[in-house]
Structures are given as C-alpha cells and as structure tokens.
C-alpha cells in the first residue's frame, strides 16, 4: 500500500476506532426507553429470574419466576404433562419452589399442581376463591404472593371463567393473564360460567389500565407468538378494540367446538389436578 494511500485512509480508520471502541450512550431513567424492562430476553440486575415454558398438546405456557438471591420461585399454571420437565429446570437453577398458581380452572389440560404437591415438600397451591377449585391459598383482588424480594399481585379478571385472575409484577411490568387476555385474541365465554359483558369489563378495567409497556404473557398461544404488550393489544386486538355491544355479538357467534379434554380436565382440576392420579 503506497504512503499516500494510508495517508488518506488514516482519518477513516481512526474514526471506524472510535465507533467500536466508545462507551453505549447512556439512557436517563426517565426516558420512555428506560422505563421498558426485557422480560423476553435480557434481564435487569434487579428484576426476578424468568422462564417461559411451553406444553404443545395444549399450547400452554408454564411461567417460572424466582428471586435471585433466595432462590425461592413460584410457577403459574403447570401442566400434568410436563411437571418432571418443570421440576428439572428448578433443580438445575438451584431453586427452591413455593408457590404453583393457576390462573383459572383450565378445560383444556390437567393442572401439574396436584403432582407438584406430591413431589416437592411444603409447596403451596393457589388459585381463585371463585374458581371453585381446591386449593391451599383461595386468592382475592389485591392478594399477594411473596418469593423472596419479589411478589405478584392479584387482579380479578373474570369472564372467561368465574374465577379468572392475572398476575402483576410489583414494577407493573409483566401481567400473566391466563385466558382473559390472548395475543390478539381472548379466551371464550361460551362455558364455564363464561360472559363476554364481564370479561370485555375485566380486560379494560384491570388489565388495559396497567402500563402500556407491561408486557402480556398469556395461558396459551396457538400461532407461536410468545408475549405482547398493553399498548399493542389496545391497538390491534381484534376483539377487544370493537365497542362492548360489537365483543358481545363476535363471542356469541364463535360457535366453537367444546375443548377435548374438557370433560376430564375440569373435574380433575377441582381438585388440584389429583383426579385419578
């Protein structure tokens, strides 16, 4: 290479080293940007321990969150099926769990609650005081479920079910909203004590008032998405952006066929899962 040529490339190769050597612009925390917090990927120092996990059979998804330093973990609506998987990854991360929470009286699977309790010592099982169901810890509106520094607060969202309820992070940051509120869609209310009136109430009332950036995980997913936020579901949820008269009439002319399984899971539900097991 002749000196002239380096000559001229100096500036633009000192340059290219100061672009990849500089420091990430520093985000203030009370811009927008900083407000967001990564539950589906990276997580902050502070936020709990976080993993999504997923049944096929029934499209469900099982939500792990534990504190970091106690180690002390809760699980949200386990699946039968797949609590031996469930039960390794908590080994494996070292934790220990405390609480297994449904967030409604499931039609389409069998709870892993019932097995969980047989399987891990001193574990506690929570759902809805209106579920129904069988349960060591009956939750109300407002109820809160401690692990470690952490907790998740109860938001009755019935509608779906008599006895559905979302979970919220203390930050408002995540809200696990079982079958009341899907990515683009809602669960159905044509059983189950089902009401399109009450759920259109619940999903605007008690979840389309958190934070726009809180992420939504749902129950299920039947498309391979994986979470949503308020802020997207308020704009392009087909269902629950049409007028309350408008959601009424779409949910009583689904005319879907009743969930397989509905005639086993529902009963042994009732019962934390431990029918005929």
């Given at each position: 290479?002749?000196?002239?040529?380096?000559h001229?490339?100096?500036p633009?190769?000192?340059?290219a080293?100061r672009?990849?050597?500089c420091?990430?612009p520093?985000i203030?925390p009370?811009?927008?940007?900083a407000?967001v917090?990564?539950?589906s990927?990276?997580?902050?120092p502070?936020?709990?321990?976080?993993r999504?996990?997923f049944?096929?059979?029934?499209s469900?998804y099982?939500?792990?969150?534990a504190?970091?330093?106690?180690r002390?973990?809760v699980?949200?609506?386990?699946?039968?099926?797949t609590?031996?998987?469930?039960?390794?990854?908590i080994?494996d991360l070292?934790?220990t769990l405390?609480?297994a929470?449904?967030?409604h009286?499931?039609?389409?699977?069998?709870?892993g609650?019932?097995?969980l309790k047989k399987?891990v010592f001193?574990?506690?099982s929570?759902?809805?005081?209106?579920s129904?169901?069988a349960?060591d810890?009956?939750?109300?509106?407002?109820?809160r479920i401690?692990?470690g520094?952490?907790?998740?607060?109860?938001?009755e969202?019935?509608?779906?079910?008599?006895?559905c309820?979302?979970?919220?992070?203390e930050?408002?940051?995540?809200?696990?909203?079982?079958d009341?509120?899907l990515i683009r869609?809602?669960g159905?209310?044509?059983?189950q004590?089902?009401?399109?009136h009450?759920l259109?109430?619940?999903?605007?009332?008690?979840?389309?008032?958190l934070?726009?950036?809180c992420?939504?995980?749902?129950a299920?997913?039947?498309?391979?998405?994986?979470v949503s936020?308020v802020?997207?579901?308020?704009?392009?949820?087909?269902?629950?952006?049409k007028?309350l008269?408008?959601f009424?009439?779409i949910m009583?002319?689904l005319?879907?066929?009743?969930?397989k399984?509905i005639?086993i899971?529902?009963?042994?539900?009732?019962?934390c899962?431990?029918?005929d097991i």
């Amino acid at each position: 290479m002749s000196a002239a040529l380096l000559h001229r490339l100096k500036p633009a190769v000192s340059v290219a080293s100061r672009v990849w050597s500089c420091k990430p612009p520093r985000i203030e925390p009370s811009s927008a940007a900083a407000s967001v917090r990564l539950y589906s990927g990276l997580m902050e120092p502070r936020a709990p321990l976080f993993r999504q996990l997923f049944e096929s059979e029934s499209s469900t998804y099982t939500y792990l969150l534990a504190d970091a330093d106690s180690r002390e973990a809760v699980l949200i609506d386990p699946v039968l099926e797949t609590v031996d998987r469930d039960l390794q990854l908590i080994n494996d991360l070292g934790l220990t769990l405390k609480v297994a929470l449904n967030t409604h009286c499931h039609a389409d699977h069998i709870t892993g609650t019932g097995l969980l309790k047989k399987k891990v010592f001193g574990l506690k099982s929570a759902i809805s005081k209106h579920s129904g169901a069988a349960a060591d810890i009956q939750l109300s509106e407002g109820d809160r479920i401690s692990f470690g520094k952490h907790c998740l607060t109860v938001r009755e969202t019935p509608g779906h079910t008599d006895g559905c309820v979302t979970y919220v992070s203390e930050d408002e940051g995540m809200a696990f909203t079982g079958d009341a509120l899907l990515i683009r869609g809602c669960g159905r209310t044509d059983f189950q004590q089902g009401s399109p009136h009450r759920l259109y109430e619940s999903v605007h009332k008690k979840i389309f008032t958190l934070p726009g950036h809180c992420f939504i995980y749902p129950a299920h997913d039947y498309k391979g998405q994986t979470v949503s936020t308020v802020d997207e579901e308020k704009k392009f949820n087909p269902r629950l952006t049409k007028t309350l008269q408008e959601f009424v009439n779409i949910m009583n002319n689904l005319n879907l066929p009743k969930p397989k399984k509905i005639d086993i899971s529902v009963p042994a539900n009732l019962v934390c899962g431990l029918h005929d097991i």
